[in-house]
């Protein structure tokens, strides 16, 4: 099955949510054709094994950070979205890439890559929320508002990789970027050389710690846009007076961490360490000891000397992982309740068997494909945002 991202076929919230459906206008999820493996095939790992071994070089599985244990064991680079970005994009040998991730990194990949290679999703139902909460029609109309108020020309859109092939397009043809939370701060600096004003998609979280943390405006600085508001809320003069209009998107991972959280690991653990992820929301960042992306996070604990005490902000897949790394280390999850990304689990060991089997049958299945027109204009973003300066580290 091959999916073009920008058509829009009309489905029902509750056949998608029995998984029966598709909506391919969204990152919520779509059906996943075939015949998958039972979960409790006792032979799981020895079959990937297997067509991975028959796939030899003609295959190459990305996985991002916050996958579960059981796929990233079969991963031949792993990264946080923009290391996975770069990897794709230097990889023009590779005939099939195997996303281990959500659907905006495969359509990213898709777009790095050459025509004749393949991004395959093992799983169609692997979206991202937060993508989801800023859709074209919705962007378009903003940027209507802007223009009708006389501000569009000096707005630099800066969208957050974590948003759809067609928010990127929109970026691209818009004079933005894309970022990560790798190099958000970089990327924001390059958008008021150019402009007065950055309209910054999808993650108003990551928007404003980078703003305040990183560039030293202030939180009056930035006003949020809220899409479903007529003119995003804001009057003309709210409109007029943001450096930074911030989209009214999140990550529903990352924002559940509140500043109870910080305050009662700092009181069950006397001299522990909280490290978060820029997605959580301003006052966590504010509260925590050190704030950076997944491969921050990853070289910090790394870093970090026998004995010392942390308490780590962003999914629990790469936590538990980081725990289990450093057992020298205590390395404990910033919050009490479970808090898986539950689309990024979407992506199991049986879906990842199904994929590469399909592929030795000679079948490319769940093959990400970004229709030519949104590809190149989304391909302007990434590509002005891989030629900037690489990801800085942040504490
Ligand atoms: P990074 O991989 O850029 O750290 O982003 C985290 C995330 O939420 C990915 O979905
Ligand atoms: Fe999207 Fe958040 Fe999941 Fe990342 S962790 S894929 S931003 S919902």
């Not at 029995?18 to 999820?29: C, I, K, N, V």
């Not at 004079?175 to 007065?196: D, I, K, L, P």
């Not at 998107?249 to 009662?264: E, I, L, N």
Request: charged residues 20%; hydrophobic residues 45%; negative net charge.
């Amino acid at each position: 099955m091959t999916m073009t991202t920008t058509s829009a076929p009309v489905s029902t919230l509750a056949l998608l949510l029995l998984g029966q459906s598709s909506d391919l206008a969204s990152e919520r999820g779509v059906d996943c054709p075939g015949v998958l493996p039972p979960a409790s095939d006792p032979d799981l790992v020895e079959r990937a094994t297997a067509a991975k071994a028959a796939l030899g070089d003609s295959v190459f599985i990305l996985g991002h950070h916050y996958q579960r244990d059981e796929v990233m064991a079969f991963a031949d680079a792993t990264g946080d979205s923009f290391k996975l970005a770069r990897i794709a994009a230097e990889r023009p040998d590779v005939e099939n890439i195997v996303f281990c991730g959500v659907h905006f990194m495969a359509e990213s990949a898709d777009i790095l890559t050459g025509p004749d290679q393949r991004v395959l999703l093992p799983d169609l139902a692997a979206g991202c929320s937060m993508a989801d909460m800023a859709a074209r029609d919705q962007v378009d109309r903003a940027w209507a508002t802007l223009r009708e108020a006389g501000l569009s020309a000096e707005t630099i859109p800066v969208t957050y990789m974590n948003s759809s092939a067609a928010i990127k397009s929109f970026t691209g043809e818009h004079a933005g970027a894309v970022c990560t939370s790798s190099n958000a701060a970089a990327v924001m600096r390059w958008a008021f050389e150019q402009g007065q004003r950055i309209l910054f998609l999808p993650d108003q979280h990551l928007g404003r710690n980078t703003a305040v943390r990183d560039l030293g405006l202030s939180l009056s600085d930035c006003a949020v846009y809220d899409p479903r508001l007529p003119d995003g809320g804001l009057t003309r003069s709210e409109l007029t007076d943001a450096k930074v209009l911030l989209w009214r998107g999140h990550c529903s991972v990352h924002a559940r961490f509140t500043t109870d959280s910080v305050a009662q690991v700092r009181e069950r653990v006397p001299g522990i360490q909280v490290l978060v992820h820029p997605e959580c929301q301003h006052d966590v960042v504010l509260a925590a000891d050190f704030v950076g992306s997944t491969e921050f996070i990853i070289a910090t604990i790394e870093a970090a000397p026998a004995g010392s005490s942390w308490a780590i902000g962003t999914e629990l897949n790469l936590v538990r992982r980081l725990a289990s790394a450093h057992p020298d280390k205590h390395v404990t999850f910033l919050d009490r309740t479970v808090c898986y990304c539950s689309t990024m689990n979407r992506i199991d060991l049986p879906h990842l068997v199904w994929t590469l089997e399909s592929l030795v049958a000679g079948r490319a299945v769940n093959r990400i494909t970004v229709e030519v027109e949104t590809a190149k204009w989304a391909r302007v973003a990434l590509d002005r945002m891989l030629a900037m300066p690489g990801p800085s580290a942040r504490d």
